[in-house]
């Protein structure tokens, strides 16, 4: 039988234990944001130590816990077609086809823009590019199976630079430092039968309509998918934005953090959030569990003019550059909805739409984690993986009961000293 990751960490969010659940009901009515950048020096908040990157991800039950975890279940609507995560082979340190790359800068430190290698290496290898192999892949069948889409839709981007609020929570503090528990593919897309555009055909609404399709995520993974109306999102992107239907010049876009804290505090079609936690979006390992354990990860890129025309969004041969650098096109909300060695599996604009490893690194800004009571109390996918709910709900206590700061437009992700 599957259970919720509140029942197998002995909670539910109706009875936590002790003081946990006026923690929750609190933080759900409070103001205040769920998550924030690491501080300038290491502290509790630091990550955790991981595997080394390249470390093959095996299935066995975590050890790193303070009590042993039960094996990961899959989710019971995903079909043995769509290759069951809790099915998926482990990763070899060759099939990885861009691993994680943690180790080289600090969680939340911003990216440089850097020339694409295969740019300078063009022509010295015949090997398959991790382009290639992901849409050889998705051809083949299995997880990515009628994944396979064409050039960008006619869709909006939308997605301005995040504000920075200094009480925000990283994934990392949460989660066990053995990982491997969280299988080596996934792919919670399966149980949606119609991702619907959320009006991002016609307005800059990205931000607002990857939370509708984090909905239907979650919703069909536990049982009963629900899709937004179009009216609940455009109730949603006006609140956030400013927006006014039958002014193009209100229609600029929002920022992830905002549309994040309405959703907690007001929701999105009667939706509400819980808590929400800042993932390394260069961090591979801690991508993969954010969208295993969470049910998807909340994905914000700087998109490339490059993409417009690519039926797999990948760093252009040329590199970062030109029309291939960062936000050349503009700023992009996405949800992650699988991944495996080759890639990810990416909602946008109605459709699914195939990323490489090497895409993520390159224009990915800030990514999030959300927990939903839709998808831990639900039938589906039941993970736990050692994450530490409880130290979650009573650090979000805290968060509510500390006074906000000024906002700043440097985004999660500012570069300190």
């Known amino acids: 039988m599957k259970r919720s990751l509140l029942a197998v960490l002995g909670l539910s969010l109706a009875v936590l234990p002790g003081a946990a659940s006026a923690q929750m009901e609190a933080a759900e009515r409070a103001e205040a944001p769920a998550f924030a950048p690491m501080p300038a020096a290491a502290s509790a908040l630091a990550a955790p130590a991981l595997a080394p990157a390249l470390a093959p991800i095996s299935s066995p039950a975590l050890s790193a816990a303070a009590a042993p975890a039960p094996a990961l279940a899959a989710p019971a609507s995903i079909s043995a077609a769509a290759a069951p995560v809790s099915a998926a082979p482990t990763a070899s340190a060759s099939a990885v086809a861009a691993p994680a790359s943690s180790d080289d800068r600090a969680p939340n430190a911003p990216r440089a823009a850097k020339p694409h290698s295969r740019g300078a290496n ?9 382009r290639e192999q992901l849409e050889a892949a998705a051809r083949a069948g299995g997880i990515f199976d009628g ?3 064409g050039e960008a839709r006619d869709g909006r981007l939308g997605r301005t630079p995040s504000k920075n609020d200094p009480r925000n929570l990283l994934l990392a503090k949460y989660l066990p430092n053995d ?3 969280v299988p080596a593919q996934a792919n919670l897309s399966t149980p949606v039968k119609n991702w619907g555009m959320m009006l991002n055909d ?11 399709h984090q909905i239907q995520q979650w919703t069909a993974n536990a049982g009963t998918e629900k899709t937004p109306t179009d009216q609940a999102i455009l109730k949603a992107y006006e609140a956030v934005s400013g927006y006014r239907p039958g002014n193009p010049q209100t229609d600029a876009g929002a920022d992830m953090l905002t549309v994040l804290k309405y959703w907690r505090k007001t929701g999105i079609s009667g939706d509400k959030i819980g808590a929400f936690t800042f993932v390394d979006p260069a961090n591979f390992d801690h991508v993969r569990a954010a969208t295993w354990l969470f049910g998807g990860t909340y994905l914000g890129l700087a998109m490339p003019v490059s993409a417009q025309k690519q039926q797999v969004w990948d760093v ?6 030109g029309d291939g650098a960062p936000g050349s096109w503009g700023g ?3 949800l992650i909805a699988g991944y495996s060695p080759e890639g990810l599996l990416v909602v946008t604009w109605g ?9 993520l690194k390159t224009y990915a800004q800030e990514a999030y984690a959300i927990v939903s009571k839709d998808f831990l109390n639900g039938k589906g996918q039941t993970p736990n993986a050692g994450l530490d709910l409880a130290a979650l709900n009573a650090d979000l206590k805290t968060v509510a009961d500390t006074p906000p700061a000024p906002d700043s437009a440097q ?6 000293p």
């Open 122 to 130: 063009a022509g010295r290898s015949s090997a398959p590019s991790a």
């Open 147 to 149: 994944a396979l889409s």
């Open 179 to 181: 990982l491997s528990g």
């Open 202 to 212: 016609t307005i800059g609404d990205c931000t607002v309509a990857a939370c509708g």
């Open 316 to 321: 252009p041969q040329g590199g970062a550059v």
């Open 332 to 334: 992009h909300a996405v």
């Open 351 to 359: 459709q699914l739409k195939l990323m490489t490893w090497d895409f």
């Open 411 to 416: 985004g999660p992700r500012k570069r300190r």
